[in-house]
């Protein structure tokens, strides 16, 4: 079974940055495409960012490009979502989730992920 735990939410005033950690265990790191995902109240769990296993390829969500970057390290096990110039809009449940997955892309839809984090909030203050 594979455990995955997010940390490094908190508020912040707008314009501020926070630095998501998301550390998975019980497979090979390595084999683990990861994304991050949120959800605020009465909205759908959107993409925030995925990486593939390797970090070769990303992918973002259309709000967050140019303000967000994603990155892991698979001899730490951490994927790290950096964000920065946060705005009211960004406030939101956010969570980690990593699928098995031996190819070089990784997934948009949070359908296609099979393991998830209990999540971290994220408040931005106007």
């Known amino acids: 079974q594979v455990q995955v735990a997010e940390s490094g939410g908190g508020s912040v005033q707008a314009g501020g940055s926070l630095r998501l950690s998301c550390t998975a265990s019980g497979l090979p790191f390595d084999d683990l495409t990861m994304g991050w995902f949120r959800q605020a109240p009465g909205k759908e769990r959107e993409l925030v960012s995925c990486?593939?296993?390797?970090?070769?390829?990303?992918q973002y969500g259309d709000s967050v490009k140019d303000r967000f970057t994603i990155s892991r390290d698979n001899a730490k096990s951490t994927m790290v979502l950096q964000m920065d110039n946060l705005g009211p809009e960004d406030t939101a449940m956010y969570y980690c989730?990593?699928?098995?997955?031996?190819?070089?892309?990784?997934?948009?839809?949070?359908?296609?992920?099979?393991?998830w984090g209990q999540g971290t909030q994220v408040t931005v203050s106007s």
């Open positions: 989730a990593a699928v098995k997955n031996l190819g070089p892309w990784c997934y948009k839809s949070p359908l296609e992920y099979d393991y």
């Open positions: 990486i593939s296993r390797s970090g070769t390829n990303t």
